[in-house]
């Protein structure tokens, strides 16, 4: 009931996540804790990036940073950022990173989460200042708590996800997510120093006139992937490609559209992750109203192997995500 949970454009996030909890009777409090920590992280990773324009002329202008640490690049920071955050939260036992081979303990075994997480992802994109993104998704761990999180704790089927969303750091940053009720959008006054609620319950279109892949692979395309390509055309569909995932997906969502990460003969599994890129952003868009698959299953329904595998991806709206699987269908 949607209705019931409405608040108010410009309620800050914290209020906002506050009045939520209040809205589940047993709510302990941990989730909006963590869902906090995330996005003070956030807050300190839009401080670096926009920053990260000043830093090679900083010395020039004599404000190279007093410890004289050299400068990390931004993804290797973000991962840092976001771990020491989830690590003081407390309410974490164990992370996946894409930055990391392995899981990350916390040393918090009584934490009852599991956080997936692409720190910053698109980080090709930062040097040329175009919009970047961090993607993640929780999961309630399923050992006990009082020892460490482990792999079956970390390879939950997306359905499992209690919450999941994503920062764009664009021309505003927004922090936008879902806790399976709907999904919310936050801008940040970084004057402030707050994210304020503004775009309350997004709902995406049932269906678009976008559609986003990369062609410069359509050499390596499927028969069906190039078919419904050609079909897009031939609905004089506009093509829009920034090629971060976040922004790609952020704009689609709102608009109405598709986003393609196909599988091709050099990537039978695409490129995407399925444990903090595809899940994360499908729950998303089904919360939103929209769909994603990997071209014939569910995004949310697949059985993960392995923490950082790859999963095609078609995400955006139910027709056209639809409309990619009839072409795809003769591949399956
Ligand atoms: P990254 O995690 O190494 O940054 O790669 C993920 C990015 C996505 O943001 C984007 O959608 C995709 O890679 C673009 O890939 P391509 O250059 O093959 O189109
Ligand atoms: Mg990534």
């Known amino acids: 009931d949607h209705n019931k949970l409405a608040l108010p454009v410009g309620t800050t996030l914290d209020r906002f996540i506050m009045r ?38 900083a010395g020039a202008y004599g404000s190279q940073n007093v410890q004289g640490e050299d400068q990390q690049k931004l993804d290797v920071i973000a991962n840092i950022r976001f771990i020491r955050a989830l690590r003081n939260g407390g309410e ?29 992802d698109g980080s090709s994109n930062i040097d040329v200042n175009v ?33 999941a969303g994503y920062v764009i750091y664009g021309s505003s940053t927004m922090l936008v997510y879902t806790t399976g009720n709907g999904v919310n959008g936050f801008t940040y006054e970084a004057s402030l120093g707050e994210f304020f609620l503004s775009h309350p ?16 692979s359509s050499d390596h395309f499927s028969e069906g992937t190039t078919a419904f390509v050609a079909y897009c055309k031939q609905q004089n569909y506009s093509a829009r490609y920034i090629g971060s995932l976040v922004a790609d ?30 899940n994360s952003l ?8 929209g769909k994603s698959s990997d071209g014939r299953n569910r995004t949310m329904e697949l059985e993960p192997k392995g923490m950082h595998e790859r999963s095609p991806l078609f995400i955006g709206s139910t027709e056209l995500v639809e409309k990619a699987e009839e072409f795809l269908a003769a591949e399956y």
């Open 201 to 216: 319950h997004i709902t995406t279109p049932k269906t678009g006139a976008i559609y986003s892949i990369n062609e410069g």
């Open 131 to 163: 919009s970047i993104g961090t993607i993640f998704s929780i999961y309630r761990r399923v050992s006990p708590t009082g020892t460490e999180g482990t792999e079956r704790d970390c390879l939950q089927t997306g359905t499992h996800q209690v919450a």
């Open 282 to 289: 499908a729950f998303i868009v089904e919360q939103a109203g």
């Open 249 to 278: 997906f952020h704009r689609n969502l709102l608009k109405g559209g598709i986003y393609m990460y196909p599988a091709t003969k050099k990537a039978p599994k695409g490129k995407l992750r399925l444990m903090y890129e595809c």
């Open 20 to 57: 939520k909890q209040e809205d589940f009777p047993y709510a302990t409090g941990e989730l909006s804790q963590l869902l906090r920590d995330i996005a003070l992280a956030a807050k300190i990773v839009n401080r670096e990036i926009n920053r990260s324009g000043l830093i090679d002329i």
């Open 92 to 120: 974490v036992c164990t992370i996946i990173s894409e930055e990391d081979e392995e899981m990350i303990q916390t040393g918090n075994n009584q934490g009852k989460y599991v956080v997936a997480i692409d720190p910053l």
